[in-house]
């Protein structure tokens, strides 16, 4: 995000119109040192950026660069639009209207307040440009768009999502039994699956929810995502919205809600998903349970949860614990996405022998291998992939709390216009579905889709570009839906990663989001 800040501030800076103010109002020499700063900054951002997930100096240097650009950036807009209005006003000649400009004493009082503001926030990037010999950032450059990444996209025609799930049959076998075959005393009874995120807990539950013999096996299906906040209510509504299709009225008391759910479920065997749940609080699990219980003898209900104190309390039985995918099955599914469009590669030992290695650093764990198999497919170059893993991958410390840290080297591998329209899916809360038409127009609205070719519609260019997210594995669960196009999903990790490198720059628009749902 700080990149393109930069960008925007040197673009304003060379601007003739703003020179020409500075030299007017005699503080040329002032922006002139004030983009030589900026400049220089920048050549060490992307280290900065890589090393701030780790490094607590380097986050809170960030921080204060990006509050010193944004306060450059906003000075500098102001300047541009007086400059823009001078413009205007003389007919673009401004250079005749030197005496007019200086005949008012608000103008001279302005061009003051203006050169104070740019020495002070010279000096507190001066400042901040210190830190970098500080804390030895290394000058580095960002990655570029390279003919062979524009050549991939433009091979890409039509989008198809691939969801792939490798390495997990026999997972969904012992699944299949519990759902099937495995007779219980109670009538509803509660399998946990158990595993730390990104180990594809939602995907294998997705398995065996959509499996031909289960659809025909039970009732009645529902599922709903908890996340967070378990809210009874709430959570009853979702399942009502689950069975119906439609929400029901806000204005419901849980009495109501509650006969309505029973109405449903009561005398059918269903299989209810309660996707991610957090709650370890047993009263708050009882009192949605026993709204459960009326289902006919064989109902299942599913939790998937990272929590084995949550497996514990609403089951009674083993939970089915989800472990890191084979080195043979990480693998396959590392290769299946990295050449995808380049298998001609898969016959080149050295590209195949760094690929095994960097695939065995990703520790089993599917949503590593497909985001970082996602960003090599963009990479080129053996030698690009080797740096790659002897450089940024092995700073990353090889444990289960380190996961956001290395999906962050797929953030770093991005181009800055696709940084831009990551960082904004922030705003969407966690399990929201996304409407990607919606999310397209925000990017426009933001300034972040650029218009390469008149003939291109900004619209086709946004869903370009997310497009290029999706390839990267940024999104999950896209697909058709009847009424909104296409939508998708953000996994949790990647919902708290966008927010990471967004930090203080966006605030939350849940309200504007739930009117668009």
């Given at each position: ?11 304003k ?23 030589s ?52 006003l ?34 507190s ?22 003919p ?35 007779d ?22 997705q ?16 599922w ?15 399942i ?9 009225d ?17 005398r ?20 949605l ?5 009326g289902g ?18 609403t ?22 996405i ?20 960097i ?21 080129e ?28 080297l ?23 579905k ?14 972040f ?10 619209e ?13 594995n ?16 953000m ?5 708290d ?21």
């Amino acid at each position: 995000m700080a990149e393109s800040i930069i960008y925007d501030i040197i673009t304003k800076l060379s601007s003739p119109l703003v020179q020409q103010l500075g030299l007017w109002w005699n503080f040329k020499d002032d922006l002139e040192d004030l983009e030589s700063i900026v400049s220089a900054i920048k050549t060490v951002l992307l280290d900065a950026e890589e090393r701030s997930t780790s490094n607590i100096p380097v986050k809170h240097f960030l921080e204060k660069l990006k509050d010193a650009l944004y306060d450059a950036d906003d000075l500098l807009d102001d300047i541009h639009t007086e400059a823009l209005r001078k413009d205007l006003l003389s007919g673009n000649k401004l250079t005749k209207e030197v005496r007019v400009f200086f005949s008012s004493s608000n103008q001279v009082a302005y061009g003051l307040k203006m050169g104070s503001k740019i020495k002070a926030i010279k000096a507190s990037l001066s400042t901040i440009q210190n830190q970098t010999k500080l804390l030895k950032l290394v000058p580095r450059e960002y990655p570029m768009e390279t003919p062979f990444m524009a050549k991939r996209r433009q091979q890409t025609h039509s989008f198809v999502p691939k969801d792939k799930i490798i390495g997990r049959d026999d997972d969904k076998a012992a699944l299949l039994k519990l759902l099937l075959e495995f007779d219980s005393e109670e009538n509803v009874h509660i399998i946990p699956i158990v595993g730390f995120g990104g180990l594809g807990k939602t995907a294998l539950a997705q398995l065996v929810y959509n499996d031909e013999m289960v659809k025909k096996h039970f009732d009645l299906r529902m599922w709903v995502c908890v996340s967070d906040v378990f809210d009874v209510k709430t959570i009853v509504a979702n399942i009502i919205k689950s069975v119906t299709n439609h929400a029901p009225d806000q204005n419901l008391e849980m009495d109501q809600l509650q006969k309505q759910l029973r109405g449903e479920i009561n005398r059918s065997k269903y299989l209810l998903v309660l996707d991610d749940i957090w709650n370890e609080d047993r009263e708050r699990w009882v009192s949605l349970k026993n709204l459960l219980i009326g289902g006919d003898k064989g109902s299942r209900i599913i939790i998937t949860t990272r929590s084995h104190k949550v497996a514990k309390l609403t089951s009674k039985c083993q939970p089915h614990v989800l472990k890191g995918l084979s080195e043979d099955d990480s693998w396959s599914l590392f290769k299946d996405i990295a050449f995808e469009q380049r298998s001609a590669d898969l016959t080149n030992s050295g590209f195949v022998e760094i690929g095994k290695q960097i695939s065995e650093m990703c520790r089993g764990v599917p949503l590593v291998i497909k985001t970082i198999a996602g960003t090599l497919s963009f990479i080129e170059t053996q030698n690009e992939w080797l740096s790659f893993k002897d450089n940024e991958l092995a700073r990353i410390s090889q444990k289960d709390n380190e996961i956001l840290s290395t999906l962050k080297l797929s953030y770093d591998r991005l181009p800055s216009h696709l940084k831009n329209c990551f960082a904004y899916c922030r705003l969407y809360p966690k399990d929201h579905k996304i409407d990607v038409k919606t999310l397209v127009q925000f990017w426009i609205a933001q300034g972040f889709v650029n218009q390469s070719t008149s003939s291109q519609p900004l619209e086709d260019i946004g869903f370009g570009y997310f497009k290029g997210l999706v390839e990267r594995n940024l999104f999950q669960e896209v697909e058709e839906d009847d009424f909104r196009g296409i939508v998708c999903k953000m996994h949790d990790f990647m919902n708290d990663l966008a927010e990471s490198v967004a930090g203080k720059e966006v605030a939350n628009f849940v309200e504007i989001l739930e009117q668009e749902s």
